[in-house]
């Protein structure tokens, strides 16, 4: 098994994320209108809903703020159509970045990106310019201190239900699998009654960037920036955050 965790990296500091949980609503929320509209309210067909719901309940989204969402979706949500869009771009001293956006409003929410990477030294990229460094991979993240099982019996349990990696921390079980694997693995641990705080499709860079310390107020100001955007939905990037 690989020896260095990589989920840290790619999240941009979830104590973070934590601390602004209502804007975390609102893009979950998002999420869930769109993939009831587009794919059925019943999450047992609908795989795209199913995470959506599990990334709630992790954020420990109120239930009726859920079903509100899905409800939404249900209806048409009002009118309102969202769009996926991925923007790809280069931060402060080549820092490869990915930005997954659901948004009504194309015009703004490229203005808004454009923004961010020229106000802290980087620059848009063009479709695909940084999208081949990275890996598209599943992560099921587990609280070690919530079930009474050690190390080596977790990843027995993982490999057996179909992960391709795995990795320990301190505080967590980190499972990796192939995105086409994701939703059997995830089901399957779901069933040995293990949950999750992460249960998400992510992207990991084939390798990490560092950036000299002048650059750090830029790219957290950039990163800080994306995060409080109600339209974006992911950012990944490929920045040595250990360095830091």
């Known amino acids: 098994m690989s020896g260095h965790s990589k989920w840290a990296n790619i999240k941009h500091r979830k104590g973070k994320q934590d601390a602004v949980r209502g804007k975390m609503f609102t893009k979950i929320a998002r ?23 599990e990334m709630a309940k ?7 703020n859920i079903k ?32 997954d956006c659901l948004t009504d409003n194309k015009k703004r929410t490229v203005a808004d990106i454009k ?9 848009m990229g063009t479709t695909g310019s940084v999208a081949f460094m ?21 990843m027995m349990q993982a490999l057996e239900a179909g992960a391709e990696d795995f990795e320990a921390s301190d505080e967590f079980f980190e499972i990796i699998t192939d995105p086409n694997d994701f939703s ?7 069933k ?7 249960a998400e499709l992510t992207y990991i860079p084939q390798l990490q960037t560092s950036i000299p310390e002048e650059a750090y107020k830029n790219m957290n100001r950039m990163l800080d920036a994306m995060e409080d955007n109600d339209d974006i939905q992911n950012v990944y990037h490929n920045w040595d955050m250990e360095e830091e």
Do not use: W
């Open 31 to 53: 999420q869930l209108t769109v993939a009831a509209k587009d794919g059925g309210t019943d999450p047992e067909y609908n795989a795209g809903l199913k995470s959506a719901i």
């Open 58 to 64: 992790a954020a420990n989204m109120p239930n009726d």
């Open 68 to 99: 509100r969402a899905i409800q939404k979706g249900a209806g048409g949500a009002d009118g309102v159509n969202y769009e996926e869009i991925r923007y790809e771009g280069y931060g402060p001293n080549g820092v490869a970045v990915i930005v």
């Open 115 to 123: 923004y961010y990477f020229d106000k802290n030294g980087g620059n």
């Open 134 to 154: 990275f890996d598209r991979k599943g992560i099921l993240l587990i609280d070690r201190d919530a079930f009474s099982i050690d190390e080596d019996e977790m």
């Open 184 to 190: 059997v693995v995830r089901d399957a641990l779901s």
């Open 192 to 198: 040995a009654d293990f949950e999750f705080v992460k």
